[in-house]
């Protein structure tokens, strides 16, 4: 990439925020003159809509996200899905006895509404957002496929090995949906075939007429391999995991200190 990028997208967890979840003034205001100066900034980022306000309240004003590693395209000035591309309910069935038959100790959530809710088994651990109204415990295993759903979550007691887990899942599922993850606690996020964060963004740079060779992007975990894959160019901050070091062009300080904000100041000359 020779010329400035036409487009900047950046995971967030990991990446832009920092390992306490806040975002940095510095790197607030460094996307806000990048964005000012008419280079769009987008969010792509595995996180559901109802998960963004804590990021926007940082940002100096919203801007468009990439959710649900690829499976909501979402406008947060108009507050519009412009994108779903969700698990239709007869596959999410599949998937779900898929790994019931494979995986001992298997417990499911399901993201609705554009991820915008989240149900989820009585046995499924809840990490993060548990008494949120959003959220609600199912009545029964059918009621997790009774409505499309953006992302399956799963979850199977203490998996040592993230990375092992998730090609376990993987394997159980080929050919059928797509899975990914973008902790270290053992969780993995399942997809429709071919949903990823490079599909979605690849949808929404084609809006704007915007080809992949024209886009800079940030990550750090391996739901980010298809999107550096895809950009034009790669960056992967310091704290990344080892799959994502290995396909960037390039690797950035860490998320801790501002990484993504620093390379975007060498690359636009903004300080």
Known sequence: MEALPRLVASDIDGTLLRDDATLSAHT???????????????????RPIRWLKLVYDQLAEPVPAVCANGAVVYDPVNDEVLRADPLAPELLAEVARRLRAEVPGVSFAVEIADSRQMRHEAHYPMRWDADDTAIRVVTTPDELHSLPAVKLLVR?????????FTELVATALAGLAEATHSSRSGLVEISAAGVTKAAGLAWYCHRLGIEADEVLAFGDMPNDVPLLTWAGRAVAVANAHPAVREIADEVTSANSVDGVAAYLEKVFGVD
């Open 28 to 46: 607030a205001e460094v996307l806000a003159r990048i964005s000012a100066r008419g280079t769009p900034v987008v969010l792509v980022t595995g």
């Open 156 to 164: 199977a007691e203490e998996q040592q090995d993230p990375d092992r």
